[in-house]
């Protein structure tokens, strides 16, 4: 429906009507396409540990009965198969709960540098083994803001872990938090992960949220990596109001930018902020 010219004459109200219902219907469809897809995604994922595990049951069953070396081989593999099995069901449970509670936004107070601290101490053992040391520059005094301290624990956590994880050939993983200086309207902290690694490449950073997503699947497997890590930040950010951009230069590194509404700012975040 597009509006008369002023003067032409046109039939009331009906033509808004139509084009509200199609929206809606469009709407609901991609929303019910989107749900069929991750049930389909998330069967197939979990297909694949599971025909692995089967297979090896059946080897130590027959072939392998009397090869105790085999066998140790064997469960070892097993029992990475069953972690996997555990990290994709952990991950599909988290978003199906942040999904529930989308529209709600949290009611705490919490102080983010603690969160980060907190996180960071967390995952030194990681980037120990990764031989990276995470360098976190961030204010002494706390920084409040409206939040839920165990997603946003998540958040940085699945953000930190990626960097060491991808970015494990650079020597540093920069954390940052910094007061959005040009946002006068919308206050808002901005937290900045950043890696030294081999980056992204511009063509994957739009869909690196979608569920399942991987650049390279070998090694997000190999890195224990489940495809969802991403989404869940995503729907945990859209709950707090805040935003995430991702910025990388291939071959140095990836930045991922995460920008939550200061305590002042109950509106949430405008759709852009930065320019
Ligand atoms: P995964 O469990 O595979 O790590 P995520 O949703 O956390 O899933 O990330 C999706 C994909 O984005 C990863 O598989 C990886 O290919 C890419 N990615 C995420 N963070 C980085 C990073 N810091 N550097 C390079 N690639 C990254």
């Known amino acids: 429906y597009m509006p008369g010219n002023a003067g032409q004459e046109r039939t009331p109200s009906l033509p808004d009507f139509i084009l509200v219902v199609i929206q809606d219907l469009t709407e609901n469809r991609r929303l019910e396409r989107m ?3 991750f049930v389909a995604n998330a069967s197939h994922e979990l297909r694949t540990p599971l025909a692995s595990l089967t297979g090896f049951i059946e080897t130590l069953q027959g072939p392998a009965r009397n090869d105790p070396e085999a066998q140790d081989r064997f469960l070892t593999i097993m029992l990475d198969q069953a972690g996997r099995m555990r990290r994709l069901i952990d991950d599909i449970l988290s ?3 942040i999904e529930l509670k989308a529209h709600v936004r949290p009611a705490n107070t919490v102080d983010l540098t603690e969160i980060i601290r907190h996180t960071a101490d967390a995952l030194s053992p990681l980037s120990a083994d990764m ?3 995470v360098r976190l520059r961030i204010p002494d005094t706390p920084v409040r803001i409206k939040g839920d ?3 946003l624990i998540q958040v940085i956590e699945n953000l930190i ?3 060491l994880k991808y970015g494990h050939s650079g020597e540093y993983v920069d954390v940052t938090l910094s007061e959005l200086s040009d946002s006068q309207d919308a206050p808002a902290w901005q937290l ?3 890696d030294y690694g081999e980056g992204i490449p511009p063509e994957h950073l739009p869909r690196l949220t979608e569920r399942f997503y991987r650049v390279d699947v070998e090694s997000s497997r190999a890195m224990k ?3 969802l890590g991403l989404a869940i930040v995503k729907h945990i950010l859209t709950r707090h109001r805040g935003r995430m951009e991702v910025e990388s230069d291939p071959g140095k590194g990836a930045t991922f930018k995460v920008n939550l509404p200061a305590l002042e700012n109950t509106q949430g975040l405008p759709e852009k902020i930065s320019a």
Do not use: I, P, Q
């Open 35 to 37: 749900r069929t897809d």
């Open 95 to 97: 978003l199906s709960r």
């Open 131 to 133: 031989g990276v040391e």
């Open 149 to 151: 301290r165990d997603e």
């Open 161 to 163: 872990e990626n960097a």
């Open 192 to 194: 900045a992960v950043r």
């Open 225 to 227: 990596g489940t495809g």
